[in-house]
T-cell receptor, first 110, second 115 residues
Framework: QKEVEQNSGPLSVPEGAIASLNCTYS??????FFWYRQYSGKSPELIMS????GDKEDGRFTAQLNKASQYVSLLIRDSQPSDSATYLC??????????FGAGTRLFVKA | SAVISQKPSRDICQRGTSLTIQCQVD?????MFWYRQQPGQSLTLIAT?????????ESGFVIDKFPISRPNLTFSTLTVSNMSPEDSSIYLC????????????FGPGTRLTVL
């Protein structure tokens, strides 16, 4: 069964620190990877996509992909209390199928 | 991205009744998806709806319980039938977008409570 695994957390970081969120995926054929942010009571919001090995930066967010290790990460620099949310990692496995991880809860302390 | 709306945003229903959730997108999309998210859990795909064909259901979900309509390229409905308290959940529709249609964007969700 195809899976995406994440540490459920909570991950607690002080304001201004770097938050590091990780996930692994089981389907080696997955080509597209996504990070969604979900605030409590809200729907998931896409914040990053990554397709190639290496880093992709967008503002304070950096996504990292290592296909050989089947590993995806999200770094949030200068973390703010408003970044406190659950972060879902997802892998597109083809055939209109996207597998979502269970999410990591991030708490940024002011 | 996409602008997606869902109705209702929340509802409280009695056991044994049915609720139809509507999902409207601001532009035409090929695929629409229906998910369920129970408290503290991740997303579980219920079915994929392609306009003009029967929805494709995931293991554990059946058409009699979750009938889906997809009458055009901007609209879909999900009905939760003969509800029980176990159906209490957030129901989300999503659409695929992006250059390779691999990116999903979610509607605001419908919070359903069954008493």
């Amino acid at each position: 069964q195809k899976e995406v695994e994440q540490n459920s957390g909570p991950l607690s970081v002080p304001e201004g620190a770097i938050a590091s969120l990780n996930c692994t995926y089981s389907d080696r054929g997955s080509q597209s990877f996504f990070w969604y942010r979900q605030y409590s009571g809200k729907s998931p919001e896409l914040i990053m996509s990554i397709y190639s090995n290496g880093d992709k930066e967008d503002g304070r967010f950096t996504a990292q992909l290592n296909k050989a290790s089947q590993y995806v990460s999200l770094l949030i620099r200068d973390s703010q209390p408003s970044d406190s949310a659950t972060y879902l990692c997802a892998a597109y496995t083809g055939g209109f199928k996207t597998i979502f991880g269970a999410g990591t809860r991030l708490f940024v302390k002011a | 991205s996409a602008v997606i709306s869902q109705k209702p945003s929340r509802d409280i229903c009695q056991r044994g009744t049915s609720l139809t959730i509507q999902c409207q997108v601001d532009s035409q999309v090929t695929m629409m998806f229906w998910y369920r998210q129970q408290p503290g859990q991740s997303l579980t795909l219920i079915a994929t709806a392609n306009q003009g064909s029967e929805a494709t259901y995931e293991s554990g979900f059946v058409i009699d319980k979750f009938p889906i309509s997809r009458p055009n390229l901007t609209f879909s409905t999900l009905t939760v039938s003969n509800m029980s308290p176990e159906d209490s959940s957030i129901y989300l529709c999503s659409v695929e977008r992006g250059p390779s249609t691999d990116t999903q964007y979610f509607g605001p969700g419908t919070r359903l409570t069954v008493l």
